[in-house]
């Protein structure tokens, strides 16, 4: 468990660096106790509203900036889909300049295609949303976009690790207006931007290595959101197109949004 600690920090340390939001000016704030508690209760409601929807599907917006070892800054932009039916059902796609790949999971069996290359890969997963999660991460090194935010709690799953809070007010995300909060923990920092009202979803998810030189950076943002019943009808089927060659999960490359050719600083 605890996506963020285990999987965004390994994802960051394969990276070379990654782009210096602020440069070198520094930033002094000080936060009230009542701000951590209302960023904490913000968190809380957002992780209570998710876990409360059945069904949910959204569009994702991915970016993953890198630095290489002659200091170039590059970055790395992915688009994608996630339908979720609780609790063991979930499809994900995803479309970036390395590849174009495709999962479903239906409580049984993952399947997982790159259209680009196609190639495919299945293995035996039983269980719930959660438990596949942390297989495809753990076992298979095969991380889902946005993880954190599809488990059934992600107020256990985040807020143990957290060493400090903010409430940064109100800011706006692709015209929808959101409570930013900031959380720190020993090996990240992340921020998170959550839709007002009375559907308080994340609308931008963003994670900070603060251990790693360069402070290597990724951000997921979210949207056409919707629950329920404006949620299409989805059989979580994946058509294996013809010719596809079935292969082993750990053969299947680039699968997850840091490009094999992308190689860590030694």
Not at 25 to 35: E, F, K, N, P, Q
Not at 148 to 168: C, F, G, I, Q, R
Request: with cysteine; glycine share 6%.
């Amino acid at each position: 468990m605890h996506y963020i600690a285990k999987n965004i920090t390994r994802n960051a340390r394969t990276l070379a660096a990654v782009l210096t939001v602020v440069g070198t000016a520094g930033v002094g704030m000080s936060v009230s106790r009542a701000d951590e508690t209302q960023a904490k209760n913000l968190f809380k409601a957002m992780s209570d509203y998710l876990a409360a929807q059945k069904v949910i599907s959204m569009d994702i917006d991915s970016n993953l900036e890198v630095v290489t070892q002659d200091g170039q800054k590059l970055s790395l932009a992915s688009s994608g889909t996630v339908i979720l039916n609780r609790p063991d059902k979930i499809q994900a796609t995803r479309k970036g300049g390395f590849a174009d790949v495709a999962m479903v999971f239906d409580g049984k069996t993952a399947t997982l295609l790159r259209k680009d290359t196609n190639t495919y890969a299945q293995v035996e997963v039983p269980g719930t949303i959660d438990h596949f999660v942390d297989e495809l991460r753990d076992k298979y090194q095969r991380p889902l976009p946005a993880a954190d935010l599809l488990m059934a709690n992600p107020y256990h799953e985040l807020m143990p690790l957290v060493v400090s809070t903010k409430d940064l007010g109100s800011g706006v995300i692709g015209g929808v207006e959101c409570d930013h909060l900031a959380f720190k923990t020993e090996e990240v920092d992340w921020q998170i931007w959550i839709a007002q009202g009375e559907r308080p979803y994340p609308c931008r998810y963003v994670i900070t290595s603060n251990k790693v030189a360069g402070s290597p950076q990724y951000t997921i943002d979210v949207r056409a959101w919707k629950t329920g019943a404006e949620v299409a009808a989805d059989s979580f089927s994946l058509q294996i197109p013809t010719g596809a060659k079935k292969i082993n999960l750990s053969d299947l490359p680039d699968f997850d949004e840091l490009p094999s050719i992308f190689a860590a600083k030694r």
